[in-house]
């Protein structure tokens, strides 16, 4: 069994260092979407404990979304205000202890996660063929 969590571990970690910045970022909003996952059913079953700290989790990587920003990019500058947005609303759903205020903040994250992970696949396939006319 220790074997077992061992080698998870170090497939997780070789996972982080062999990952290209864009595949880091697609990792952080997966990982995002797990805490928030978390949070709801912690909050369901009024696990205040539980609830607490996946959003504070969530709000964590939200907070490294937020400062991997270039803000040189005009996305970005478009990004980081719907980034506090989340925030914002991560500190009312854990006061008000209302799932419905997750679920929101769990669907842009969910968009901003598929339209990354699009972009990662149209520069994939752009990289592909410009190794081809090479």
Known sequence: MAANIA???????NSVTT??????TLM???GCIKFLGK???????????EQ???ILKAGAIIDELMTTLNMDIDISK?????????NRRLVEANIQNDVAIIEEVEGLV?????????????TRQQQYENVEQV
């Open 7 to 13: 080698a998870q571990n170090a497939y997780k970690q």
């Open 52 to 54: 607490n700290i996946n």
């Open 28 to 30: 952080l909003y997966n």
């Open 78 to 86: 478009q990004m980081l205000p719907l980034y506090e947005y989340m």
């Open 110 to 122: 969910t968009e901003f996660r598929d339209t990354w992970k699009e972009v990662i696949k149209i």
């Open 19 to 24: 990952a290209s910045p864009g595949e880091l």
């Open 39 to 49: 949070a709801k059913v912690a909050m369901q079953n009024k696990n205040i404990e």
